[in-house]
């Protein structure tokens, strides 16, 4: 698992479409690891949390496996939107 912190690395991510975008946040009870074409992972977000915030609330992190995720964080659990129920 690596943690993105430059706005190119995340753009080749949702280019390249495959592996899981885990986004951590502080002030959520729930995090989420989402597949990375999930339409809910949009770059305004990423730019607001990682670029304009310096992570002080939450990171992003991508990973080839989506239970190494769910494994290292507390609070992380799949996205149902794009898991599914
Ligand atoms: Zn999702």
């Known amino acids: 698992m690596v943690e993105i912190t430059k706005l190119v690395e995340y ?13 951590t946040d ?30 002080k609330n939450g990171s992003y992190y991508f990973t080839s496996d989506y239970q190494d995720a769910i494994n290292k964080f507390k609070k992380m659990k799949t996205c149902q939107k794009c898991f599914g129920e």
Not at 11 to 23: E, M, P, T, Y
């Open 26 to 55: 502080k002030k959520l009870p729930v995090n989420c690891v989402h597949h990375t074409s999930c339409y809910e992972v949009k770059e305004m977000h990423f730019k607001q949390k990682v670029i304009i915030s310096g992570s």
């Open 11 to 23: 753009r080749n991510i949702k280019n390249n479409g495959v592996g899981f975008l885990a986004i």
